[in-house]
């Protein structure tokens, strides 16, 4: 019985809709002609309201019929997807604040809050700066001269460090030289004695060690980041006696017969550099072995831990060896074979669970092999006399090869700070003769 009525319902609305209009239409008559004797308000007034009465009765015009089932219907499920709009929109907005408040507190510096705040409690500004108040591993910071010319030491007395400012308050400065052991994993695979670090051979702090250290140069540094947080300062160094060779190659990369490029050279290198198949060829070059000796050195802006550190050294070698496979499709590559594997998780075997707190070391040497080690110290200054120890090394040269690429050469770094830091420091070796830069270190 329920359907029949369902039915006549339906055939009823159409017809109820036109008398209702013809109703509004014969109203809008009566009114029209009550008020005939002006013309002017019969002209001005009845076709305006007969037009709003009829609109607003027309079907689709926004009013629909309260006995039309479907027109109930539609218009129900109208307000619910309204209202469950409204909802998502406001889910959305409040996990977003949510998540920008974590982000907030994660990038929170407390060091230099509390430092503000001593400032502020103690009333009055130090007149000395605050590299000159700073103190690395240990020593006190001093400033030499100002502007361009100026030079940041820590200590005094003989054993002064130069250092390099990093822009950034969290690990500040970085030393322009370091020494490193001479041995690789093939002469030396006990643990490495002595601090290895920025003292200098034969100093107090690293007493007869000239025979196993060796001085490596900073070439450029630049800053780490994931969306807009600091991760950690990253610095290239080479082999003090491996700059002339770096040189060389640079500068006969452009011009075979010069000795150092001019302005035009030296903007063309940089670009090449900065290319993502340019740079690939011209990296390519120098790292290929035996060749050069080189280090990265990096240093937290926050505690984090190896298992981070390594999910983005691992994932620096898988854009690499995606940009191969990328250049040569269909071709099998040097990195798809089952040894390239097995070394890619022996590297992952070597940075296990511990933490690597604020203002650590952690070194990746290559030496002229391609052999990779891993060094490894805590905070110089909060654990005076401990060792850098060798978490582990890697004899295949494939591994720090792509890991180097991942700062330098590619389409996307890891780091567009350290990568641009690097080539402006190319560019000032290429800019003097070759064999110059090593003599100037010295």
């Given at each position: 019985m329920a359907l029949p009525q369902r039915q006549a319902m339906r055939l009823l609305s159409p017809r109820m809709q036109c008398l209702s209009k013809q109703s509004a239409i014969r109203q809008a008559r009566f009114i029209s002609s009550r008020y005939s004797n002006s013309t002017s308000r019969s002209v001005a007034t009845a076709p305006a309201a007969t037009s709003s009465i009829i609109d607003q009765l027309t079907p689709g015009a926004g009013t629909r019929n309260p006995l039309d089932v479907r027109a109930a219907r539609v218009e129900y499920e109208e307000q619910k997807q309204y209202h469950l709009q409204r909802m998502r929109t406001a889910g959305m907005g409040l996990l977003l604040t949510f998540g920008a408040l974590a982000?907030?507190?994660?990038?929170?510096?407390?060091?230099?809050?509390?430092?503000?705040?001593?400032?502020?409690?103690?009333?009055?500004?130090?007149?000395?700066?605050?590299?000159?108040?700073?103190?690395?591993?240990?020593?006190?910071?001093?400033?030499?001269?100002?502007?361009?010319?100026?030079?940041?030491?820590?200590?005094?007395?003989?054993?002064?460090?130069?250092?390099?400012?990093?822009?950034?308050?969290?690990?500040?400065?970085?030393?322009?030289?370091?020494?490193?052991?001479?041995?690789?994993?093939?002469?030396?695979?006990?643990?490495?004695?002595?601090?290895?670090?920025?003292?200098?051979?034969?100093?107090?702090?690293n007493p007869g060690n000239i025979a196993n250290q060796e001085e490596y140069t900073l070439v450029g540094l630049g800053i780490r980041t994931v969306m807009w947080i600091q991760v950690y300062v990253v610095g290239m160094y080479v082999r003090t006696t491996d700059i002339t060779t770096l040189q060389a190659k640079l500068v006969k990369h452009i011009n075979p017969t010069a000795s150092a490029l001019i302005p035009s050279e030296k903007e063309d290198l940089k670009k090449k550099l900065l290319d993502a198949d340019e740079s690939r060829a011209i990296w390519g070059e120098l790292l290929?072995?035996?060749?050069?000796?080189?280090?990265?050195?990096?240093?937290?802006?926050?505690?984090?831990?190896?298992?981070?550190?390594?999910?983005?050294?691992?994932?620096?070698?898988?854009?690499?060896?995606?940009?191969?496979?990328?250049?040569?499709?269909?071709?099998?590559?040097?990195?798809?074979?089952?040894?390239?594997?097995?070394?890619?998780?022996?590297?992952?075997?070597?940075?296990?669970?511990?933490?690597?707190?604020?203002?650590?070391?952690?070194?990746?040497?290559?030496?002229?092999?391609g052999t990779l080690d891993v060094l490894y110290q805590p905070k110089p200054e909060e654990t005076k006399g401990k060792e850098m120890e060798r978490l582990g090394s890697l004899a295949d040269e494939r591994v720090s090869r792509l890991l180097w690429f991942g700062y330098l050469a590619g389409a996307k770094v890891s780091s567009q700070g350290a990568r641009e830091g690097v080539v402006n420091g190319c560019m000032e070796f290429v800019a003097r003769p070759v064999g110059s830069v090593e003599t100037m270190v010295h």
């Open positions: 982000m907030i507190l994660f990038n929170l510096d407390l060091d230099s809050i509390e430092q503000a705040e001593n400032k502020r409690r103690g009333g009055q500004q130090l007149d000395a700066s605050d590299e000159a108040n700073a103190r690395f591993q240990g020593k006190e910071v001093h400033v030499i001269g100002a502007g361009d010319g100026k030079r940041i030491v820590a200590g005094s007395g003989g054993q002064e460090i130069e250092l390099v400012e990093t822009g950034t308050s969290s690990v500040p400065h970085f030393p322009r030289t370091i020494y490193l052991p001479t041995s690789s994993v093939s002469a030396a695979p006990t643990p490495i004695p002595g601090i290895v670090g920025v003292a200098e051979p034969n100093s107090r702090e290929k072995v035996p060749g050069i000796k080189t280090a990265f050195r990096i240093s937290p802006t926050r505690s984090t831990n190896f298992s981070h550190l390594r999910d983005g050294f691992v994932s620096g070698i898988n854009n690499r060896t995606g940009e191969a496979r990328a250049l040569t499709p269909g071709v099998v590559t040097e990195y798809d074979s089952e040894e390239f594997g097995r070394s890619v998780q022996d590297l992952k075997a070597i940075f296990k669970g511990s933490n690597a707190p604020k203002g650590s070391v952690l070194v990746l040497s290559r030496d002229e092999n």
